[in-house]
């Protein structure tokens, strides 16, 4: 029998089971089609059975669908890390500054692993001992693997290991959100300054997630934060690590969140729409200083790990693809008409159940005062022909970016109806 991801089993009812997929819209068994209003867990950004994607996908696999990394390597691997190299420089970055080394792995969390691994052992291959603890923001998720939650905030995802979870340092977000003024943010920059000076002399890295925090509550924070932490990283010797496995990829109005800020991480997580959701992939990168620490004459200072299915070929056809239907098909455009039409929507949605309204590129939010002001609004949602799925006491929406003007205000019309239902109009 399946075991679903976090869900009671003993509650599981019968599930809606799909049968196809067109654009945006689900196809189920009984009949019924919904339109796909968080792009399965955010990655299916071209939508279902994208026609290149599926060309690319059978292209490959009529030559090798995968070969080991491990002493071996393959031209879609090269060229795939070639082009994340390529689109996370920053403008006006010179080719060798930037984010200049690619890591691949199967998932995610492993991305985060995998630059964890890399921010403690760049610092023991400098020579330096000690300097191996985190540095969090609160309310912030990376993952479900150990130290991936180990870096998240305290949540449903983490309670049953507390005991076991060897946490660093956590911090919080700014407040005033993405528009925030120097006033609101400067507070949690002086907490930061004050952290570092004390502790820096043991922190390896401060990592977050850009911007956004999704998982965690889709918290939206101000630029300028970033701006200052880059500057006082590097100041204090810590590594900072920007996890764009759900930022990345055009999510916020930029092609990554990094660009909001101008600034470039030491080591950058990518997943989820890296390969549109075809298959589990990851990339962590990092800049030439980390990478350069790694190079000694035997595996002492290499970095010892190499998930199994790392650049599987089939995942790099599909990302290398997806790239290029991005940059062809003007997807940041895409984005910013999705932002416009988000906003105006969600602006006439108004209850006093509703305690906070955010919105960044195609991501919208509506927080209520607790999650069980949103008990049955999945079935609601379904009944309306809308696939969206809150997260506690969060309804939001990250549609597949060849959402249509229709199909768009159809989701949020179904978040409209709701409030108005539970506000008795
Ligand atoms: C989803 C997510 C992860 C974990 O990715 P998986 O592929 O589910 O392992 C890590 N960081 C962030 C910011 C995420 O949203």
Sequence with gaps: MLWYPYTQMKQVDRLPKMIAGNGVIMQLEDGRSLVDGISSWWAVIHGYNHPRLNAALAAQAARFAHVMLGGMTHGPALEWAAELVRITRLPGQEAGEGLHHVFFSDSGSIGVEVALKMAIQYWKNLGIQNKHKILSLRNGYHGDTFKAMEVGDDSDFTRAFSAVLHRGYMLDIPTGGFDATPEQVQPAIDQLEALLKENHAHIAAFIVEPIVQCAGGFHIYSPLYLKAARALCTQYDVLLIFDEVATGFGRTGKMFAAEHAAVTPDIMIVGKALTAGYMGHAATLSTDAVFNSFLGKDDEKALMHGPTFMGNALACAV?????????????????????????EELDAVNSPAIVSKRTLGAIGVLEFENAELLAGFKPFAMEEGVWLRPIGNILYLMPPYVISEGELRKVTGVMRRWVEKISGK
């Design 319 to 343: 990302g290398l693809e997806s790239i290029r239907i991005i940059e062809s098909e003007n997807y940041l455009e895409k984005v910013a008409r999705i932002h416009a039409i988000i906003r």
